[in-house]
Each structure stands twice: as structure tokens, then as C-alpha cells.
């Protein structure tokens, strides 16, 4: 078997190598030259931890009992780890947690047995399972019924950790049991107020257990059982919910855009506006906000004063059915890092965080979104609380347990959004997960119309100005409740109302009295009521009484003549034309612009003022040609990597991809070592890529830093070669004592002096036999 770490890392096969690399990314990024680099950044503290944060409670149990039963340095077998966790049915748990641990380089394989990775005490800490440092080989042995009961009252304290303890008073009866105790070895003082309890001494009162109770399979919450049924019908109408509040956000901000703050987001009183528009309280309407401008469907539009305003993408939107409409705001949730649940509390300086905000952005939402969306999914037609999702994640990953008001938030975003429904996930939110690497994406908007309900294409009017819709109404005759009805009610089947006022909005939308009750006759299953008819008809009326429009420059003429033809030219449509009267068109453009073009026909005009005063000529200002969504910040995704590019990389680090020093290397890999200082060349033999010799010197950034790692770890003494101050090249024979952040304290036996130097100074290791 391989003796160190890293000739076992170099041992594995290439799809071993490609699982490592998959399941702890951040050892590809940036990407390392040789095996050996790979090695000493998974065997390095921060990536060890960023590899711990998220093991399960059984995992870390597993780990916990290695690192205890190895002292260090001892294989041990996975027979041993299943006894020391009181779980012999759980063999094939340990053994499938032992061959994760391997696969992420956790543990590595020796002498028939399996030990811990370098790193991984420092991270788990110095006590690993509550268990305290091993003792001397020439220690006595523990014989606990031979302890007398102030002795065993004192050991049993600490039994079960920590393992350290305050020293008694001097001269009472506990500080007599732990001053023999002392004496006898089986407890050791750590300084003059504190002992500690020795690994060896604490498993023997554990009767040879590293743990209470083994805690290898996640918990299962009770949880009310609801019918699948029941769950999708619940999804469907959360569904059409939130696309008929985005769509509502959508028209309401088309006529009155609200303003952005100054520090950025929607103001108080907009969101206040929004949430009485929506007829529902402020934490749905940011929450709603929020998910319209993660789908694209409202920005930033950039003017001074800035406005929150519909985008281009929303005119395709509205003119999709609600499955996809819905299936747009549910793929924008998936990837969002947007934490709407936070708007409305204050952040470190006291301000208060607003919707739309920079402040609400997060990188690790997506992640846990997931991970609560795999906990409901595990357990099917369960409904499971906030409570229940914590636990099973405090579990999941017991060093990294979110936040409850994280959980909470997203667990209500998917009930407004239909991801669930009844506390259940949804067939729809099933598709919403995230799928895997090489799963292909799942149609949001097929799934979700095959749980919605048959749209109906007609009303019910009554002679009243109410009108029942018996269903989920098609998408245009949503589009004619919502511009000429008030809904009074929803359910099963929704009740509105006409009113003058929701009349007028009709018509304030372009429709003319008559269009408007051809409509409403055409989507009725019964004759439209007289009293409707009339209402409609004495709105129109005062409606087209009085007319207010706007234009942006006229022209005017002594003789109607000149302007005869100019309104019903098709090549001055784009000027907007209007007659006002015989000697009178106003235009929907700039007086300048308006200007240019007549000069182009041939027709002989003059700028004037508001007073009628001939102007100078004036300059066309240049038009801006934006696209408000194109103005909108970028999402941050990170473009995901395939199996393919991982066995690339592992074929360069082996030395067998593309030959380097022939320019710029592929795709981030690491930049070739300029020749040594002074033109020192490595020597015939030495090693300076990957293959590199077991006990010649090694060059390589990556592997300087992993012979360092394993000198400090074995306590032996390297050769460094190490630039001094006039440039050249010192080599020293130093022992390795502490190595972080970049900087390396050694000993130099020679001189017998200790010295400090930067990683980046030291141009070769090599061992010393």
C-alpha cells in the first residue's frame, strides 16, 4: 500500500480522481500542476474544512471514532469503527460512509486498513468525539473497578466529554480523588487549574464506545399525511395566484412606475401602494416584487430619476399561458439568491433592508434551497413545518445548520409559488429540483398544466353587474376581468363585479364602449343584462366626452393646402401625425426631428417658439438605442463543470494531456516555473513536473508546499533551496515546525537558530535520505 497521502492520491485511478474532484470542487479552482499539488490542497486546512462543513451527523460520527481509534497513526478497520459506535447491524452504513470519506479523500487506504487524511484533527478538533489525548505506550493500564467511588464519581464526569475539568479547591475531597488520580496516570494536568482525561482511559469507561448512540440514518419527522391530489390542486391555484399578482405588478407599474431609492430598492410607500393593489400584506407583495425582477420582468431602467419598469422580456410573458408563465417565475426561484424573506429588518449598520435592494443578494440560497426541497422530497405526501426541515437539515449537516428564518422563508416562497402545496412538494415542485449533471431539464410548464384545472372560455353574467366564472378562466378572459371587472371573490369558482370604475379602466386601456360589450357578449353563456349594457354604454359616453392627449411639436400652415396628405402619408407614420384643425397637425416628435423630415420632402418650414417667434436652426440630439433588460445586471450563475473537463484536467496533472511549455497552458492550469535564480537549472534528475521521484527535489509550487506538509507531519528534516538577499541560491538543511499562511518557520540545526521564510522564496525540497 502507498506510505504517505499523496503517493496514495497519485495511486488512484483516473475515475477515482474525476469523484474526487467532483465531489470537492474547489481542489480544480484554481487548477493544479501536478498530483502531488492536489494532494497538499486536499490535505490543507481550508479546503478540509470546506469539505467537513457540510458531512452529516453520521459521517462525522464515522470520522470522529477513526480519528480516535488511530491516535494518528494506526490503520484501522471499518469492524473496528461499526464496534466502536455500538451499531453492529450498521456494517454496510459504515462501510458506505467510509468509501464517501475515501472518495473525497478524507480517509485514505494503508496497511489493510483505513486512517484519517492529514488535516482532518485540526478541523474535527483536539477531542474528536469528546475523547482526550492519547497517553504515553508505557502508561498503566485502566482497571475501573478497582477505582474507589470518589475516583469513578470524578472519571465519570468527564467520561463522556470534554474530556477537561477545573482542579477542586486544595483540601477538599474531589481536589484528594484527582490528585491520586493524577499520580496513578489516569488523568493528566493540562496547566495548574485544569486535567484532562486520556483517550485510552475514556474509552475504557465508555466501555469501548466512542459515542452514546449511533446516529448513522437522518430522522423522519411525523408529519400529517395529505393526499397527492390534494397537494397538486393546492400547487394550482398557488400557481395562477402568482402569476395573476405578477402580472397585476406588471400593468400597475406600466402606468406609474415607482421610483428607485437612492441607496437603491422600492421605497415604503411603493411597497405599501403594491401590497394594497394585491389586496395582501407587505411580506407577499416584496416577496412578489422580488421573484417579477429575478424572472427579468421588471429593472432598473437606468433614467435620472431612476424607475422600477417592465421589461421587454415581460411582453412575451404576458402573452404565454399560465403554465409557462408560471414555469418562467418557477425557473427564476430555482437560481435566485435573492432573500426576499429579509426585507423589512436591518442589517449591521441599522438601516433597513427594502425590496429590489443590492443588500438581499446571497450566495449560498440556490444551495440551500435545494437541500430543502431534497427534505421534503424524501418523505412524499408528508407534510412537513419548519421545525421538522430544520432537524432533518441540523442532521444533514450539523457543522453548517441554517438559519431558521431562511428555512421559513423559503418553505413559504414555495407555497405562494406552488412548489408545494398543503406543506407537501408537488408533482410541479419535483421538477423543480435542480436535476443532475447529465439529467436533462424537465419542461416546468408541461408539468405544471398537467395539474392545472380545464380552462373554461365563458361567465355567467346576472342581472345584478355580476358575472361568475365556473373554473380557471382562459387567458383572455382573465384579460377581460382584469381590465373591465372587480373579483369579489376566488375559489372554485370566482365572482366579479362591474363597476364605472373598473368600466372606465377598460376604456382607459383603448377600448371603445362598443368593443367592449361586443367582448363581453362574445366570453357570455347568457344575453347580456340590460343594466350592464347601460352602464357600459353611459360610461363610454362620458368617457369620449372630454379628450386629453399630448404631442411633442405641431405644424402649421397659412393655407390648409400645404398640409393636405401629410396625416395619411405612410412614409410619415412614424411622426404620428394628427389633424387638429384645417391649418393644424400635432406630432408625437420633437419639433427638431419634425423639422428635419419636412425639410426632407421638400416643404420649406420654420422653427418657432411658444410665443410664434422664428427659432434658429437646431441640431438633431442623438438618440440613446437601450434596451432596458439588456441594462440589468448579470445573475452571477458560474458556469457548471462536466465529467470531461475534470478528466482533462486529471490527464495534465499525470502529465499525459497537452505538452506543456508550449505556450499558454489550457484552461486555467497552472502556469509553467520560470528557470531557477541565476539560471540555476534544476540538475539532471530532479523532478519539475508530475511523476516527480520519491526523495529527489521537487520544484513545483504545489508539490514544495506538500513535501513541506509531510516533513512538518513526520518530523524529519528537508534540504531547501531558498533565494537569499543577493539573489542566489542558499541550501539549508532545516527541520519544518510550522507552516501557515504562506510562511515557513523551520529549524536550522547547523546554525542552531530558527528562521521564518515566505513559501514563495524557497525554489526546492528535498528530503534528507
Do not use: C, N
Request: proline content about 8%.
Amino acid at each position: 500500500m502507498a506510505g504517505t497521502f499523496t503517493e496514495w492520491v497519485r495511486s488512484r485511478t483516473d475515475d477515482e480522481l474525476v469523484t474526487l474532484l467532483r465531489v470537492r470542487p474547489d481542489l480544480g479552482t484554481p487548477s493544479p500542476s501536478t498530483l502531488r499539488s492536489l494532494a497538499a490542497r486536499a490535505a490543507s486546512r481550508t479546503s478540509t474544512e470546506r469539505a467537513v462543513a457540510h458531512l452529516d451527523a453520521g459521517t462525522l460520527q464515522v470520522l470522529e471514532s477513526l480519528l480516535a481509534l488511530s491516535d494518528g497513526d494506526t490503520p484501522v478497520g471499518a469492524g473496528a469503527v461499526t464496534d466502536a459506535l455500538g451499531a453492529p447491524g450498521s456494517a454496510d452504513a459504515v462501510g458506505r460512509v467510509l468509501a464517501a470519506a475515501r472518495d473525497a479523500a478524507l480517509v485514505w487506504d494503508d496497511d489493510g486498513g483505513v486512517r484519517p487524511a492529514p488535516g482532518l484533527d485540526e478541523v474535527l478538533g483536539p477531542y474528536p468525539a469528546g475523547l482526550g489525548p492519547v497517553r504515553e505506550d508505557d502508561a498503566p493500564t485502566v482497571d475501573v473497578g478497582a477505582l474507589s467511588p470518589a475516583a469513578r464519581q470524578v472519571l465519570d464526569a468527564l467520561a463522556w466529554g470534554p474530556p477537561v475539568g477545573v482542579v477542586p479547591p486544595a483540601g477538599s475531597a474531589p481536589r484528594a480523588a484527582v490528585d491520586q488520580l493524577v499520580g496513578d496516570g489516569l488523568l493528566q494536568r493540562s496547566d495548574a487549574r485544569h486535567v484532562v482525561l486520556p483517550r485510552d482511559v475514556g474509552l475504557a469507561l465508555r466501555g469501548g464506545r466512542t459515542h452514546r448512540a449511533p446516529d448513522l440514518d437522518p430522522p423522519r419527522p411525523d408529519g400529517r399525511t395529505v393526499p397527492d391530489p390534494t397537494v397538486d390542486a393546492e400547487a394550482a391555484g398557488a400557481a395562477l395566484e402568482i402569476v395573476r399578482q405578477v402580472a397585476h405588478v406588471l400593468v400597475a407599474w406600466d402606468d406609474t412606475p415607482p421610483v428607485v431609492l437612492r441607496a437603491g430598492g422600492l421605497g415604503v410607500r411603493d411597497l405599501r401602494r403594491t401590497a394594497r393593489l394585491l389586496e395582501t400584506d407587505e411580506a407577499t407583495a416584496a416577496t412578489v416584487v422580488e421573484l417579477a425582477a429575478s424572472a427579468g420582468l421588471v429593472a432598473d431602467d437606468g433614467d435620472a430619476p431612476a424607475s422600477f419598469r417592465p421589461t421587454t422580456r415581460a411582453d412575451g410573458w404576458e402573452e404565454a399561458d399560465d403554465a409557462d408563465r408560471w414555469a418562467t417565475l418557477a425557473e427564476a426561484w430555482r437560481r435566485s439568491r435573492r432573500t426576499a424573506w429579509q426585507v423589512g429588518t436591518r442589517d449591521e449598520k441599522g438601516t433597513v433592508r427594502a425590496p429590489l435592494s443590492a443588500d438581499l443578494q446571497r450566495p449560498w440560497v440556490p444551495r440551500l434551497r435545494q437541500q430543502v426541497l431534497e427534505v421534503l422530497d424524501a418523505q412524499p405526501g408528508v407534510a412537513l413545518g419548519v421545525d421538522d426541515v430544520l432537524a432533518v437539515l441540523r442532521w444533514r449537516s450539523p457543522r453548517a445548520v441554517p438559519p431558521e428564518a431562511a428555512v421559513a422563508g423559503l418553505l413559504r416562497e414555495a407555497a405562494m409559488l406552488g412548489v408545494t402545496g398543503a406543506g407537501v412538494l408537488s408533482t410541479p415542485g419535483r421538477a423543480v429540483r435542480e436535476p443532475g449533471e447529465d439529467a436533462p431539464a424537465t419542461d416546468l410548464g408541461t408539468v405544471m398544466r398537467s395539474v392545472f384545472p380545464e380552462e373554461v372560455h365563458e361567465f355567467l353574467l346576472q342581472g345584478d353587474l355580476t358575472g361568475i366564472v365556473p373554473g380557471r378562466p382562459s387567458p383572455d378572459l382573465a384579460r377581460l376581468i382584469d381590465q373591465s371587472a372587480e373579483v369579489e371573490s376566488r375559489g372554485a369558482a370566482t365572482t366579479v363585479r362591474f363597476t364605472t370604475g373598473s368600466v372606465t379602466r377598460a376604456l382607459d386601456h383603448g377600448r371603445s364602449g362598443e368593443d367592449l360589450l361586443a367582448e363581453i357578449a362574445q366570453r357570455s353563456a347568457v344575453p347580456v343584462p340590460q343594466p350592464l349594457e347601460y352602464l357600459v354604454k353611459d360610461t363610454a359616453r362620458r368617457h369620449e366626452a372630454l379628450r386629453v392627449g399630448s404631442a411633442q411639436s405641431y405644424v402649421r400652415a397659412a393655407d390648409p393646402a400645404m398640409l393636405a396628405g401629410l396625416a395619411d402619408d405612410p412614409r410619415l407614420s412614424a411622426l404620428g401625425l394628427v389633424r387638429l384643425a384645417p391649418t393644424v397637425l400635432a406630432a408625437s416628435v420633437p419639433a427638431a426631428e419634425l423639422h428635419e423630415v419636412l425639410r426632407d420632402r421638400g416643404l420649406l418650414s420654420a422653427l418657432e417658439g411658444p410665443d410664434g417667434r422664428p427659432l434658429g436652426r437646431v441640431r438633431r440630439p442623438d438618440r440613446l438605442d437601450r434596451d432596458v433588460w439588456s441594462r440589468r445586471r448579470g445573475t452571477g450563475a458560474v458556469r457548471g463543470v462536466t465529467d470531461a473537463a475534470r478528466r482533462e484536467l486529471v490527464d495534465r496533472m499525470r502529465g499525459t494531456g497537452t505538452s506543456r511549455g508550449t505556450g499558454t497552458p489550457p484552461d486555467g492550469v497552472g502556469q509553467e516555473l520560470p528557470p531557477a535564480v541565476d539560471g540555476a537549472s534544476p540538475g539532471p534528475g530532479a523532478a519539475v513536473g508530475p511523476g516527480a521521484v520519491v526523495g529527489e527535489p521537487v520544484r513545483e509550487p504545489g508539490d514544495v508546499q506538500a513535501e513541506l506538509s509531510e516533513a512538518l507531519r513526520d518530523g524529519r528534516s528537508v534540504w531547501v533551496e531558498l533565494v537569499g538577499a543577493s539573489g542566489g541560491l542558499e541550501r539549508r538543511e532545516l527541520r519544518p515546525m510550522r507552516l501557515e499562511g504562506g510562511r515557513l518557520r523551520a529549524l536550522d540545526a547547523v546554525r542552531e537558530a530558527e528562521l521564518t521564510i515566505a513559501v514563495h522564496r524557497i525554489a526546492s525540497v528535498q528530503p534528507t535520505d
